[in-house]
C-alpha cells in the first residue's frame, strides 16, 4: 500500500520525450496512468511486463529521467523526460501517476500493477 497523499496538480500535455534516441511529443489522454522508472528497479520490471494486462482500456505511459539499457526490450516505449518529470513534481521513482482531464487525481509509490488497481479502484 502507498503511502503518499494525493497532491492534485495539472500536467503538462502533450510533452516531449525521447524514446530509442528519438524526440517525440506526447499527449496525454483525458484518463492514463503515468509510472516513473528508474533502472535497477524489481518493481519497474515487473510493472512494464503486466501492466497492459491490469490496464486494458487505459493509456499507459512510462517515464523515466534517465536512459538505460535494460529496457531496451521492454514490451511499453520508454519516455525519457526528466524535464516533465520535475514539472509533475516526481521526486523519488519509482511512483504511479493517474491522471483525469490533465489533472493528478491519484498517485503513490510503485509496487506492483495489483497494488496500484487496488489503490485506484473506485477513483
Do not use: M
Request: hydrophobic content about 40%; proline content about 9%; overall charge negative.
Amino acid at each position: 500500500h502507498s503511502f503518499d497523499p494525493v497532491r492534485s496538480r495539472p500536467l503538462p500535455s502533450p510533452f516531449v520525450a525521447q524514446v530509442n534516441g528519438e524526440s517525440i511529443e506526447v499527449e496525454i489522454e483525458n484518463e492514463a496512468l503515468l509510472f516513473a522508472i528508474k533502472p535497477g528497479c524489481f518493481s519497474c520490471q515487473s510493472v512494464l511486463s503486466d501492466a497492459s494486462e491490469h490496464f486494458p482500456t487505459t493509456q499507459i505511459l512510462f517515464v523515466s529521467s534517465e536512459e538505460s539499457s535494460e529496457w531496451e526490450n521492454a514490451p511499453h516505449p520508454i519516455h525519457v523526460t526528466p524535464q516533465f518529470l520535475e514539472v509533475a513534481e516526481v521526486k523519488f521513482p519509482p511512483v504511479y501517476l493517474l491522471v483525469r482531464q490533465g489533472r493528478v487525481v491519484a498517485e503513490g509509490a510503485l509496487f506492483s500493477s495489483k497494488q496500484v488497481l487496488d489503490e485506484i479502484d473506485g477513483r
